[in-house]
Structures are given as structure tokens and as C-alpha cells.
């Protein structure tokens, strides 16, 4: 089970932290990602964390940062310099098999938190 929080609404330029909850056993073992979803679009890949390895999508590069603490089973996404179009609603994903080639694709994705809006107001 997977629970997703600290979204919220912020202005273009700040800052927003969002954390994922992790719950069961082998949470080191999972492939673990954000994703989101805008208002009519599809669900796109945000960032992920793979063995110590992060990937990001060319639209948040450099701005956001995803962490985890396998101690705590949770995994986290540190967003800055907001802009609008970082406006939606974020899930945090965990994958069993996800391979290098397929860790952008939700649909490598086992288990899926529930979300957390994200507001960017310019």
C-alpha cells in the first residue's frame, strides 16, 4: 500500500516537498516512482529510483529530486522553481520488475498510491 501527501498550492517559483508511504516488506527491493496526471492529459512519468540510480523526465530535470529511505519505506520528491504546467495530480508507484528501458512506463507499475494534488498558480 502506498500513501502519497504533502501536495498543495503554491506559487510559480517555490517549493513543495511530496512524500510516499510505503507499506509491506522488500520495499528496497521495489523500482520506486512519481508520475502525474494534468486535467485532460494523459498520466506521464515525473521521476523514478532504481537501485541508487534516479531518472527523471526531461520536463522536471534539474528542478525536482527524488530520494528514499529504505529504513522508513518511504520515498520522497522535492520539487522546485514551480511553473503551472507542474500542476496536477501526483502518485507515487512502486514496481516489482521494472527494467531500465521500461521504468518511464506506468505500465511497469504493480501498485499505485492514491495521489496528491499539486496546484502551480501563476
Known amino acids: 500500500q502506498l500513501q502519497a501527501s504533502g501536495g498543495g498550492l503554491v506559487q510559480t517559483g517555490d517549493s513543495l516537498r511530496l512524500s510516499c508511504a510505503a507499506s509491506?516488506?522488500?520495499?528496497?527491493?521495489?523500482?520506486m516512482g512519481w508520475f502525474r496526471q494534468a486535467p485532460g492529459k494523459e498520466r506521464e512519468f515525473v521521476a523514478t529510483i532504481r537501485r541508487g540510480i534516479t531518472y527523471y523526465s526531461d520536463s522536471v530535470k534539474g528542478r525536482f529530486g527524488i530520494s528514499r529511505d529504505n529504513a522508513k519505506n518511504m520515498v520522497d520528491l522535492q520539487m522546485n522553481s514551480l511553473k503551472p504546467e507542474d500542476t496536477g495530480v501526483y502518485y507515487c508507484a512502486a514496481s516489482a520488475g521494472a527494467i531500465t528501458s521500461t521504468i518511464r512506463d506506468s505500465r511497469a507499475y504493480n501498485y499505485w498510491g492514491q495521489g496528491t494534488l499539486v496546484t502551480v498558480s501563476s
Open positions: 509491506g516488506a522488500a520495499f528496497s527491493r521495489y523500482t
